[in-house]
Each structure stands twice: as structure tokens, then as C-alpha cells.
């Protein structure tokens, strides 16, 4: 079964396209990844998965409902984690937890504490959001995702803007969470990313899907070593551009 379906979705922003008529399937307890560079329209995508942006035309279905019709009930059940941080600067890491618990009616005992561990921020539950590292911070974000144990979650470029090492640390998290089978979809422009965190992709430039499937599929049906490569061989330039 599929967590979600998308058949002809077009988004426009007045005169530019941003969104040009794409298909594609995310299957229950895979990571799908959006790859591509800044301005494909990966970031459109997402926003009308996890309905902050409306459906066009075309058609959208995730966890079963309709994008259009049931975008209340879709966002009881994902988690997301936006590109920008957003947190409640002036709430610790714990009481950021708890605001969101508290948003989806739900008690704060023991799921919180229980995902303080999972990001690895026990010891700074107390502490506030400009007191943590970037990575913390982004793990965090990820916390609050799960707060209310959702089937899917969003992640748009989860690891931007990160040193190695938090961005390692992040990586880390998203594996955990892809062993637990929880569906994740994910944007990025980082090759390294897609290839250790994706089972699936789809290459997007200018508001198309180009190419999809592995990683290991898109270096095979393209003939290159890297992902880099493939989208080099698509469209004629480097996924850095």
C-alpha cells in the first residue's frame, strides 16, 4: 500500500511554475527522497503533502484521504519537520515537546522524556533552543515530529546548514526512525543524504520529476558512479548550480 499518491500535480505562484504536473508513489515504511536543486520545486511539493500549500490541479491522496477535502485530519497523523527552525525560543527543549503534545490533545507524561532520549537531548531538556547547537537543534525538531506517533513524516533538507559531524548526527536519527517503519519523506540537494538515508527517489528540476527510482537504480539505468552524475546527465549541469 502506498502512504501517498500523487497523479498530475501542478502548483502555480502567479507566472511561475513550480510544480508542473508530477507523478509519483511513497510507499508505507520506505524513505522517499525529493532530490534536486534549490528552486525545483521539491519544498512545493512537500507543502501540499502536509497541507500548508493547496492542490491546484491533479490529485493527491495521503494515508488514504484526500489532500483537498481532509487536510485536517492528514495533519493529525504526520509529523513535520520545516527547512527553517521554528521552535518556541523562549520554551526549553522539554516545554517545546510538551506545547506540542498539548496542541494534539495529547499527555505530555513519558513521551516526552521517552523523546528527549531518542534525540539524544535528555540532559538539555531544560535547556532553550538558542542554547542548543544547530544539530541539536534540528534533532529536536525531529522530537517534535514524533510527539504524536505519526505514521509519516515530512522532513524538508533536514540536515542544511550543519557541520559534518551534526549532520552525521541527524543521519543517525533519520536511520533510527526508518528501523522503527516509520515512512519518512525527505527533500535535499546532498548526494551523500540521498544515498544513505533514501530507498527511493526522484530527481526534480524545474518543477518536474526527471528520473526516479534507487539510487543504485538512477547510477544504473543513467551509466554514472554517482547521483551527482545522473543529474549532470538529465539536465546538463551540476545539482550545485
Given at each position: 500500500m502506498n502512504a501517498v499518491e500523487g497523479r498530475g500535480l501542478r502548483?502555480?505562484?502567479?507566472?511561475?511554475?513550480?510544480?508542473?504536473?508530477?507523478?509519483?508513489?511513497?510507499?508505507?515504511?520506505?524513505?522517499?527522497?525529493?532530490?534536486?536543486?534549490?528552486?525545483?520545486?521539491?519544498?512545493?511539493?512537500?507543502?501540499?503533502?502536509?497541507?500548508?500549500?493547496?492542490?491546484?490541479?491533479?490529485?493527491?491522496?495521503?494515508?488514504?484521504?484526500?489532500?483537498?477535502?481532509?487536510?485536517?485530519?492528514?495533519?493529525?497523523?504526520?509529523?513535520?519537520?520545516?527547512?527553517?527552525?521554528?521552535?518556541?525560543?523562549?520554551?526549553?527543549?522539554?516545554?517545546?515537546?510538551?506545547?506540542?503534545?498539548?496542541?494534539?490533545?495529547?499527555?505530555?507524561?513519558?513521551?516526552?522524556?521517552?523523546?528527549?532520549?531518542?534525540?539524544?537531548?535528555?540532559?538539555?531538556?531544560?535547556?532553550?533552543?538558542?542554547?542548543?547547537?544547530?544539530?541539536?537543534?534540528?534533532?529536536?525538531?525531529?522530537?517534535?515530529?514524533?510527539?504524536?506517533e505519526p505514521d509519516l513524516i515530512v522532513l524538508d533538507e533536514p540536515a542544511t546548514g550543519l557541520d559534518p559531524q551534526a549532520r552525521l548526527a541527524v543521519w543517525a536519527t533519520l536511520d533510527q526512525l526508518k528501523r522503527s517503519g516509520v515512512t519518512l519523506i525527505l527533500t535535499t540537494h546532498y548526494m551523500e543524504e540521498a544515498e544513505r538515508i533514501c530507498d527511493r527517489l526522484a530527481i526534480m528540476d524545474d518543477g518536474r520529476i526527471v528520473s526516479e527510482g534507487s539510487p543504485a537504480e538512477l547510477r544504473e539505468r543513467h551509466g554514472q558512479d554517482t547521483l551527482e552524475g545522473v543529474f549532470l546527465e538529465i539536465t546538463g549541469r551540476s545539482l550545485r548550480e
Open positions: 502548483k502555480r505562484y502567479g507566472e511561475l511554475v513550480a510544480v508542473d504536473g508530477i507523478d509519483f508513489d511513497v510507499r508505507e515504511r520506505e524513505c522517499f527522497g525529493f532530490l534536486g536543486p534549490n528552486g525545483a520545486g521539491k519544498t512545493t511539493t512537500m507543502k501540499m503533502i502536509y497541507g500548508l500549500a493547496s492542490v491546484e490541479e491533479g490529485s493527491l491522496r495521503v494515508l488514504g484521504m484526500d489532500a483537498s477535502r481532509e487536510r485536517r485530519a492528514i495533519k493529525s497523523r504526520i509529523g513535520v519537520v520545516p527547512q527553517t527552525t521554528n521552535l518556541d525560543w523562549e520554551l526549553s527543549a522539554r516545554e517545546n515537546l510538551e506545547m506540542q503534545a498539548r496542541y494534539h490533545g495529547l499527555p505530555a507524561d513519558g513521551r516526552v522524556e521517552d523523546l528527549l532520549r531518542m534525540a539524544r537531548l535528555e540532559r538539555r531538556g531544560d535547556s532553550k533552543p538558542r542554547e542548543l547547537s544547530g544539530g541539536m537543534q534540528r534533532r529536536l525538531l525531529i522530537a517534535r515530529a514524533l510527539v504524536n
